[in-house]
């Protein structure tokens, strides 16, 4: 199957086998739950804005449950984007280069996001349990703080996964064209 509207430049549309599809739907679930988190924080805020310009009554800790509302939504997206190759590149230096070294170039910086989006999800869930443990709360609601920090190691996890699996399809076009040469 091919993947919609993405070309790997000078070369076949993109396939995926099951794992990739799998892989692919996954992140795309976990792109559309952080949008729809996102338009619950914006309902959020208006309800807020609303109050407090009409009743003088905000929703209590809004800018806490905003704060920690877009750090979740937003790591959400990062693997999706990544699987759909949707994030930002600069090429202007690789422009001229050939297919193959593209492809190689490519598989190296798939293959360092993930690096670190393991290293993020590694420290992140550290930075959780010791929130934990500290017993940390938010200061106008009291809510304690850790499990919002560690529902970002799944996102960075499955980006930990997308960065290694774009990495691994551009080291095998890479290495069937050194091949074929």
């Known amino acids: 199957m091919h993947e919609p509207g993405i070309m790997v430049e000078d070369a076949a549309p993109v396939t995926r086998g099951p794992l990739g599809q799998g892989l692919y739907w996954l992140t795309k ?3 559309i739950a952080g949008g729809l988190l996102f338009i619950g924080l914006v309902v959020m805020s208006l309800v807020s804005i609303i109050g407090r310009k009409l009743a003088s009554a905000p929703v209590p800790g809004d800018i806490e449950v905003m704060q920690m509302g877009t750090a979740i939504a ?13 994030h930002l ?6 422009a001229k280069l050939a297919a193959k070294n593209k492809d190689w170039l490519d598989a190296l910086s798939h293959l360092l996001l993930a690096a670190v989006a393991l290293l993020v999800a590694w420290r992140t869930g550290v930075s959780a349990l010791s929130l934990k443990e500290a017993g940390e709360t938010s ?28 990495a691994a399809l551009h080291w095998s076009a890479a290495t069937q064209q050194e091949q074929q040469a």
Do not use: Q
């Not at 937003?74 to 949707?86: D, G, I």
């Not at 106008?140 to 529902?151: K, T």
């Open 139 to 166: 200061m106008m609601l009291s809510w304690p703080v850790w499990p919002a920090v560690a529902a970002l190691v799944p996102s960075f996890v499955l980006l930990a996964f997308a960065g290694l699996y774009n």
């Open 29 to 31: 679930g976990f792109a």
């Open 74 to 86: 937003s790591a959400a997206m990062l693997a999706y984007c990544e699987m759909a190759r949707h």
């Open 89 to 94: 590149r600069v090429d202007f230096f690789t």
